[in-house]
Structure formats: structure tokens, C-alpha cells
């Protein structure tokens, strides 16, 4: 299946694999990519000598195309900017502020840059910046979140930029793929139907809490803070917004997820962990691998926009 960003990124399918924190690793990326996608390790606050062996391992598994999620504003961002270059990393994904400062380096490389907004008014700054792409993201997908929501974000983005758009939030399925595709997307981005991939390293409770997720179990904390974020609910989150409605000051709130999100996913802990995950969540039944769910979403999606089978997996 062709479009600008298959074309862009030289990948088989047009799908690209979340950029989650302590979830998007090497066994994930490798298998997304090597199942046609582009698979995204998330350097999030690792140290920068981490994010550099995972891309190695990474490479061991897989000759396709991968990509490395930057957190801007990670203290290492610098050191992880040169670390892509070094490591030959075909694309880059990313997040919270500017890459402005490293674009020039990026692109000497050829490294495709590709950065999540939540806004068209980031979208119209990355492109100014030289972004190749960007993925507008709404507010139903898990983790930090804007205020848009993809089915309102996605077309007004494609419409004030003129690189193409990969739509997320709240995909999970090939009516979700078929649908970004309506608006106006090129691909679309998913992080929690991958989070229940066989290869995903992801502990078995948060698999299963994902998995057994109904329509109304995410709900979203910080909304006081400016730092909000969806996650499955539990004692965690009810805790927290009970401190977040007495007007508890933001330390406190800080202190209560130091650590949750490696404790929900390395440990298994999703009562007192951070189970992000979208809420496309209840669409989530069950555990496939990369290459079965990437197959199936699109072949699903392609069915609903009438593509040739020819197109698309068996």
C-alpha cells in the first residue's frame, strides 16, 4: 500500500508504532518494522549509552527501517539527537517542544523527522522547521495528551500544512485506519494495540488490564497541573484526583507517580501503577503479534476504502 509516508520512510504498510516510554524497546520496534510498519524505540529519560544499544539490538532483529521517539525535553535530548545520527537511525518521532535545534544535523544525515503536535499551530511551527512529517495527535490516545481530538485535529492539520499527516489517537482497528484516511491522514500511528503485542515486553497484568479494558475505564489526571494524562483507572489514579480536587500542590502529585509507570509495566503493579493506554482500549480483545495485527489492520481499513486486495497483506 502506497502512500506519501510508506514513500517517505520507505516501509511496506502505513503504520507507525507508539513511541512509549518503558514499552517501545527493541523487540517491539524490530518486530513492527520487520512486519512492514515502522517500529519506534522510545528514548523517554533513558540514558543516552541505553538508547544507543537498543537502536544495536534492534538491528540485530531486523534490516528494515526503525525510528528513535526524542523527548525534548530530556536533559540527554542533545546527546540522543547525535546518538540517532551515529547509529544510522532512518527516522526520528518527537515530542514535548522544538527540534529545531537539531534539524540541521538530522537532515545532513538524512534522517526523516517527524514530530507529534497536538495543535495546528505546532504543526505549521514543525513544518517551518523542516519536519518531513507530522503526526497530529488527539486527545483519546493514552499517555500526555492535548485538548483536540483526532477526529477534529487531523483535518484541520492537513489543511494548514503541505507535508503529510499521520493521524493518532485512538486507532486501533481497520475502521480507525479507515477512517484517518478520510480526513485526510497518510498513515496512522497506534500505541495501545501494540502494547498487547506477543513481542511486547510489557508485564502480563498490564496486558490483560488493557485487554479487559471496557469503553469508560480510561480517565485522565493533571488536568489541574497542565500535565494531563490518559491512563486504565485504579487506586492510583482515584487517589490522585482526589488530591488533584483538594487542590493539592503539584510535588505532592508528582511524588504519587514517581516510578508508576515502570512499576505498572516492568512489575506488573496496575493498582498503584500508571496504566497509560487510550481509549481506544476497549477495542483491544487480544494478543497478536506485530505482524498479525499491522496485517490485519490494514487489511480491514483497505476493505473499508475499497483499495485493490492486491494492495494489502492476505
Given amino acids: 500500500m502506497k502512500t506519501a509516508i510508506t514513500e517517505l520512510i520507505g516501509i511496506k504498510y502505513p503504520v507507525i508504532q507508539g513511541g512509549m516510554a518503558w514499552v517501545a524497546e527493541y523487540h517491539l520496534a524490530a518486530a513492527v518494522s520487520e512486519a512492514g510498519g515502522l517500529g519506534i524505540i522510545g528514548a523517554a529519560s533513558a540514558p543516552p549509552e541505553v538508547v544507543r544499544e537498543q537502536v544495536r539490538k534492534a538491528r540485530e532483529l531486523t534490516d528494515k ?20 545520527v551515529e547509529e544510522g537511525v532512518q527516522v526520528v518521532t518527537t515530542g514535548a517542544g522544538s527540534p529545531a ?76 485506519f479507515a477512517a484517518s484516511f478520510m480526513l485526510g491522514a497518510q498513515g496512522v500511528q497506534m500505541g495501545t494495540r501494540f502494547v498487547v503485542a506477543k513481542e511486547s515486553i510489557v ?45 493539592a500542590p503539584f510535588e505532592q502529585l508528582e511524588y504519587l507517580t514517581l516510578g ?10 496496575v493498582v498503584n501503577g500508571t496504566v497509560m493506554a487510550g481509549q481506544c482500549a476497549g477495542l483491544v480483545t487480544k494478543e497478536q503479534t506485530c505482524k498479525e495485527i499491522i496485517e490485519e489492520v490494514v487489511r480491514d481499513g483497505c476493505a473499508l476504502l475499497k483499495l485493490p486486495e492486491t494492495d494489502i497483506a492476505g
Fill in 65 to 84: 527501517p526503525i525510528g528513535v521517539n526524542v523527548m525534548l525535553l530530556n536533559p540527554n535530548a542533545e546527546e540522543v539527537a547525535r546518538i540517532v
Fill in 101 to 176: 535545534k537539531f534539524m540541521d544535523m538530522w537532515k545532513k544525515a538524512g534522517v526523516k523527522v517527524i514530530p507529534v503536535v497536538a495543535s495546528v499551530a505546532m504543526a505549521k511551527m514543525m513544518e517551518r522547521a523542516g519536519a518531513d512529517a507530522v503526526v497530529a495527535e488527539g486527545m483519546e490516545s493514552g499517555g500526555h495528551i492535548g485538548s483536540a481530538t483526532t477526529m477534529t485535529l487531523v483535518p484541520q492539520v492537513v489543511d494548514a500544512v503541505d507535508i503529510p499527516v499521520v493521524a493518532a489517537g485512538g486507532i486501533a482497528d481497520g475502521r480507525g
Fill in 203 to 247: 508485564h502480563e497484568n498490564y496486558k490483560q488490564k488493557v485487554i479487559k479494558a471496557r469503553d469508560i475505564d480510561s480517565e485522565v489526571t493533571g488536568m489541574s497541573t497542565g500535565h494531563p494524562v490518559r491512563q486504565i483507572r485504579n487506586k492510583m489514579t482515584r487517589e490522585y484526583l482526589k488530591l488533584e480536587k483538594e487542590g
Fill in 260 to 269: 508508576s509507570l515502570r512499576k505498572a509495566v516492568m512489575d506488573g503493579d
